[in-house]
T-cell receptor
Framework: AQSVSQHNHHVILSEAASLELGCNYS??????LFWYVQYPGQHLQLLLK??????LVKGIKGFEAEFIKSKFSFNLRKPSVQWSDTAEYFC??????????FGTGTRLQVFP | GAGVSQSPRYKVTKRGQDVALRCDPI?????LYWYRQALGQGPEFLTY????????KSGLPNDRFSAERPEGSISTLTIQRTEQRDSAMYRC????????????????FGPGTRLTVT
């Protein structure tokens, strides 16, 4: 079965800093990959997804992620973070039947 | 439109009691999923339904856990004889397409039910 690793458990940044959160999945073949975000007090929301095609996908709020098949990676990036990006970020891979396998999450704190 | 709703939002129960957690998916969504999220972890798959049919219950931890979706809409996750290790956030998600078919659909999550077993 698939597994997902998020190596950064807690990231602290100042506003305007660049962000990159790592995500690796365990094995290859056709994969569908997702990044979800949970803002404080809110439910999980989809940031972006990769199914096929261009490996650089753009999501909401200026986020993007790059699928690198050779590295089994799907890292999340944002050139300049804002205080409002403070949240927990989860990477997920779709398994057979559409169930999602999530990583343990990365807590991002952005200070003004 | 209305999103996925879950009730109750918070549930505190004593060890040994049964609990029922409810999920009301987005209207018209055919697939429904249950996940459990322990503190400091990501959501973990429990089970899912296409319409009223339970397609995969491989993630249910043991036979104290069961789920149903009798009319293909609202779903109930029941935990019998609760134990302290059952304490977690229970999340429900729905999607408009049939799970398992080629072409994945986004899953829309509800706010979750925070279960605490004392």
């Amino acid at each position: 079965a698939q597994s997902v690793s998020q190596h950064n458990h807690h990231v602290i940044l100042s506003e305007a800093a660049s962000l990159e959160l790592g995500c690796n999945y365990s094995y290859g073949g056709t994969v569908n990959l997702f990044w979800y975000v949970q803002y404080p007090g809110q439910h999980l929301q989809l940031l972006l997804k990769y199914f096929s095609g261009d490996p650089l996908v753009k999501g909401i709020k200026g986020f993007e992620a790059e699928f690198i098949k050779s590295k089994f990676s799907f890292n999340l990036r944002k050139p300049s973070v804002q205080w409002s990006d403070t949240a927990e970020y989860f990477c997920a891979v779709r398994e057979r039947g559409d169930k999602l396998i999530f990583g343990t999450g990365t807590r991002l704190q952005v200070f003004p | 439109g209305a999103g996925v709703s879950q009730s109750p939002r918070y549930k505190v129960t004593k060890r040994g009691q049964d609990v029922a957690l409810r999920c009301d998916p987005i209207s018209g969504h055919v697939s429904l999923y249950w996940y459990r999220q322990a503190l400091g972890q990501g959501p973990e798959f429990l089970t899912y339904f296409n319409y009223e049919a339970q397609q995969d219950k491989s993630g249910l931890p043991n036979d104290r856990f069961s789920a149903e979706r009798p009319e293909g809409s609202i779903s109930t996750l029941t935990i019998q004889r609760t134990e302290q290790r059952d304490s977690a956030m229970y999340r429900c998600a729905s999607s408009p397409g049939l799970a398992g078919l080629i072409g994945s659909y986004e899953q829309y999550f509800g706010p979750g039910t925070r279960l605490t077993v004392t």
